[in-house]
């Protein structure tokens, strides 16, 4: 069983700066995907942003320029730094892993959530 651990949210004011941590333990193929989507109060969950094995990244076009996702393969771990963020941003966070080459493997952690007041 894979666990996903999400740290890092919290509250801050717009045009500050947080650090999501997502440490991934279990049975974890490569190639894999590990990513980040957020949730917002009445809204449909979406990614934000995404990095492959092989360190390609994706990033929705709302945050391109001012997040950057980063991973340490050794330790499973995905990270997520949110510079200039805005109340838009306010959201749960939730870190992902899953592997293209491997049916079932699409893990969720629980979510962080994050707050940008204005």
């Known amino acids: 069983q894979v666990q996903l651990v999400e740290s890092g949210g919290g509250l801050v004011q717009a045009g500050g700066s947080l650090r999501l941590s997502c440490a991934a333990s279990g049975r974890i193929f490569s190639p894999n995907a590990m990513g980040w989507y957020r949730q917002a109060p009445g809204k449909q969950r979406e990614l934000v942003a995404a990095?492959?094995?092989?360190?390609?990244?994706n990033y929705a076009d709302s945050v391109n320029g001012r997040f950057t996702i980063s991973r340490d393969n050794a330790k499973n771990t995905v990270y997520l730094q949110m510079n200039s963020l805005e109340p838009e941003d306010t959201a749960v966070y939730y870190c992902?892993?899953?592997?293209?080459?491997?049916?079932?493997?699409?893990?969720w952690g629980k979510g962080t959530l994050v707050t940008v007041s204005s």
């Open positions: 992902n892993v899953n592997s293209p080459l491997v049916p079932g493997m699409n893990y």
């Open positions: 990095i492959s094995s092989g360190g390609s990244t």
